[in-house]
């Protein structure tokens, strides 16, 4: 039996609210975007590589929002020490590059997972709530919560429409 990407009743992005609704909100339509564009494919078609060279994948993409979810919410913000998903040492892009063996299901659900947990970390902390992070070249500066939000939000929104692309060359839907 063929595994599916199970539908998603998809969250529509909010019109009124204060900064904190408006932020939660557009994030979880973001969240459930990525979802709905996998929605009702196999196991195979979000494997497919629809852009080639590019090894971008739907899969992969699911595999990457669940590792930056982990790494802004848990890691950053939330000062939690935990281990990589993938083995980036061996590939810096593993989450990417190694959807020809992935478990789709248990992906789908490490998603989920994460996106619990990062809302659960931010549940109840002030978006000026700061932490000291590292920048590439290796110093550091302050980031508030409010900053993770708008990240996050620009990093679904980037890769939605990688999703709308691929989705479309798979099958044609474009209205999802």
């Known amino acids: 039996m063929t595994w599916t ?23 979880n339509h973001h969240r459930d975007t990525l979802l709905d564009k996998c929605a009702g494919l196999t196991v195979e078609q979000l494997r497919i ?16 929002m669940t590792v930056v979810e982990r790494h802004w919410f848990r890691e950053r913000f939330g000062g939690e020490n935990l281990p990589d998903l993938y083995d980036f040492h061996a590939d810096p892009d593993a989450e990417f590059n190694t959807v020809d063996t992935a478990d ?54 980037r890769h939605n429409g990688h999703a709308d692309l691929i989705r479309e060359r798979i099958d044609g839907v474009t209205d999802s």
């Open 5 to 27: 990407a199970p539908e998603i009743d998809r969250r529509h992005e909010p019109y009124l609210g204060d900064e904190r609704a408006m932020l939660e909100g557009w994030l």
């Open 49 to 64: 590589a629809s852009v080639p060279p590019s090894p971008l994948t739907l899969l992969g993409l699911v595999r990457h």
């Open 104 to 157: 789709a299901e248990a992906d789908f659900a490490a998603f989920r997972a994460e996106v619990a947990a990062a809302d659960a970390v931010a549940a109840g902390r002030d978006l000026d709530d700061v932490f000291t992070t590292r920048r590439r070249d290796g110093g550091t500066h302050q980031i508030n919560l409010r900053w993770v939000y708008v990240h996050m939000i620009e990093e679904y929104a």
